[in-house]
């Protein structure tokens, strides 16, 4: 494979679990912050992550405590933190995982193009937005690429390749091949919004809020429905409250401005309610249910 060395942009949530996964994949990895406090928070998750990885391959019989020992300690001597965007320029693919603003993607995107070397591969983890767009601000949309990973990356099995209007076919294909490498199930996705998975679970979860805005059967009910009624492993309305009331609300909004005749984008009025309140779901303790950690009530 033509991929050696991945840079990642923002050690977040998303971002620390794609380091995580391309180091153990045997990649080395330039793991890029903002700041040295988010960098710091983002390499000790992926410490924290890598110890649990290791118990459980030991605690399964799959490594002995050695051999995950130096698993361990292979995977972590793969990974650089920095600061410093000049330290992406010999990546052969660098994928941006910072917060989901266009404008700060598109700002980003053209520093990259002229940072990096011709050929990396630029990519996105959005979940949002148009991969095409942030292709044209990089200056080399046929490099650009969507690659959107699912929460938290390093269980989740998805990884779904977006082909961006200008996309090279051999780009395409060394960023699905770079996704089964790092362990995942690759789906070929064009450029719409929410490409295959939030463009059919955004509006799922917005009509189940609709049915509870209108009484139609409690947030209890709605949810065993669901979870027994169709073998999920949690309803709507408890997926809400795990992705964040604001985050959901922000997806359906841009979609609204850009697709105003898409039947399937609408924003309920109990989702803007609970967020001007404060109600972000289990992150802020509350959203339609109340949150102690995992216990809700
Ligand atoms: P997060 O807020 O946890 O992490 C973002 C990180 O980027 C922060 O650590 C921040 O310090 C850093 N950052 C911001 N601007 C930066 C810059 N210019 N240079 C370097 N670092 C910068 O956000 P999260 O949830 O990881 O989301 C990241 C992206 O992944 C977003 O585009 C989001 O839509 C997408 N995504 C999120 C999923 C989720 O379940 N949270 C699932 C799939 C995609």
Redesign the pocket.
């Known amino acids: 494979m033509a991929i050696k060395k991945v840079g990642v942009?923002?050690?977040?949530?998303?971002?620390h679990g794609i380091v995580q996964v391309a180091a153990q994949s045997g990649f080395e990895v330039v793991a890029?912050?903002?700041?040295q406090p988010?960098l710091d928070?983002?390499l000790a998750r992926i410490e924290k992550s890598l110890a649990k990885f290791a118990e459980k391959a030991v605690e399964k019989g799959k490594q002995t405590e050695d051999q995950a020992k130096a698993f361990v300690e292979a995977a972590r001597g793969r990974i650089l933190g920095s600061l410093d965007?000049q330290d992406l320029a010999d990546c052969d693919l660098v994928i941006?995982?910072?917060?989901?603003d266009l404008d700060?993607?598109n700002a980003?995107f053209a520093e990259l193009g002229k940072i990096c070397k011709p050929e990396t591969i630029l990519a996105?983890?959005?979940?949002?937005?148009p991969i095409s767009e942030m292709g044209v601000a990089s200056g080399r949309p046929e490099r650009m690429v969507g690659l959107?990973?699912?929460?938290p990356v390093q269980l989740m099995r998805l990884v779904e390749v977006v082909r961006g209007e200008q996309t090279a076919e051999d780009v395409f294909a060394q960023a699905k091949a770079f996704g089964e490498a790092v362990g995942k199930t690759p789906v070929s996705c064009k450029d719409t919004p929410g490409f295959v998975v939030n463009r059919l679970l955004v509006p799922y979860m917005s009509q189940a809020l609709l049915m509870l805005d209108r009484g139609d059967a409690t947030k209890e009910d709605i949810d065993a429905a669901m979870q027994f009624g169709c073998g999920y492993p949690m309803g709507p309305l408890t997926l809400t409250d795990y992705?964040?009331l604001d985050?959901t609300l922000s997806i359906l909004e841009g979609w609204v401005e850009r697709y105003p005749n898409e039947p399937a984008f609408v924003i309920p009025q109990i989702l803007k309610d609970k967020v001007a309140a404060g109600k972000l779901g289990r992150k802020s303790g509350e959203g339609f249910y109340k949150w102690e950690g995992d216990k809700k009530s």
Request: glycine letters at 14%; a neutral charge.
């Open positions: 942009i923002g050690c977040g949530l998303m971002g890029l912050e903002s700041t988010a928070k983002g965007k941006e995982a910072i917060v989901e700060v993607k980003l996105s983890n959005t979940s949002s937005f959107h990973f699912f929460n992705v964040g985050t």
